[in-house]
């Protein structure tokens, strides 16, 4: 299953970006300048401690779903943040970091295969009856959270992504979580992160990559980006055994699309 978050638009960037390094850098006190510079790295194993510190700052706070079922940041939820790393091990994600060492921004990538895509299909034909009596009466995250895999895991089903790429298609590249410090919108990061992930998946011989997004803006961005969209769920549609909203989203936040760029 992939995943997009929430980014704000990213306009063109004015800085020049040099090539893409292995992993965090380790920038000397005297080089710890201008923040408004970063670059764009490929995150490695050593950088998951900073990446989930990062998460938990931004991500776990911005993210539409988790705000729309009460899922508070200051109060932990293991499997989310189980979930948030679970394909950081590929070794094909990236990262924006800026002049003074720190992570402004993160693109976690994962491949996905035509029998995972599968699996996920089955799971939500035998779990389609599993609906909350009473969304609001869910008190622990874990169990709030169960409900935004669990509307993924349909919303990537319903989309068919398989069926929309090339011929003999067996495995795609998945743009899983995008996600920028609030403070460094507007400077192209999300754009950055999302180039150098096409040129990842171009590398290793992906033709097809999927982004699934759960806010307008990050839609937004892939749509400008030249992506097409192959499946929308709306978040009113998504409702308890009471009838009730699971996700009372704010606007513009208003579904979950999934968006596919052929390479």
């Not at 938990?56 to 109060?75: C, M, S, W």
Request: hydrophobic letters at 40%; proline letters at 6%; a negative charge.
């Amino acid at each position: 299953m992939a995943l997009q978050f929430d980014a704000m638009p990213a306009e063109a960037s004015v800085f020049r970006f040099p090539d893409i390094r292995s992993s965090l850098p380790a920038i000397p006190v005297a080089a710890a300048a201008d923040k408004r510079t970063f670059e764009i790295v490929r995150l490695v194993q050593k950088d998951k401690p900073k990446v989930l510190e990062f998460l938990r700052k931004f991500f776990y706070h911005d993210e539409p779903l988790n705000t729309a079922i009460g899922l508070r940041p200051d109060v932990r939820c293991p499997t989310l943040e189980e979930f948030s790393l679970s394909t950081f091990d590929e070794g094909i994600s990236v990262g924006a970091v800026a002049g003074d060492g720190s992570l402004v921004g993160v693109c976690i990538n994962a491949t996905l295969t035509r029998e995972e895509d599968e699996e996920n299909r089955r799971e939500c034909e035998e779990g389609a009856d599993d609906v909350p009596e009473d969304v609001k009466a869910l008190e622990d995250p874990d169990a709030k959270f169960a409900q935004i895999k669990r509307m993924l895991s349909h919303a990537t089903a319903q989309g068919d992504v398989f069926g929309h790429g090339p011929p003999g298609l067996d495995r795609l590249f998945d743009i899983f979580i995008l996600s920028v410090d609030s403070s460094w919108r507007g400077k192209g990061i999300a754009t950055k992160l999302l180039d150098e992930s096409r040129e990842i998946a171009q590398a290793d011989g992906h033709r097809l990559i999927r982004i699934v997004c759960s806010s307008f803006v990050s839609a937004l961005i892939a749509s400008r980006m030249g992506y097409r969209c192959i499946a929308k769920l709306d978040y009113k549609t998504v409702l308890d055994r009471k009838g009730q909203r699971i996700f009372p989203t704010e606007p513009p936040h208003d579904a979950v699309t999934t968006y596919v760029l052929d390479i």
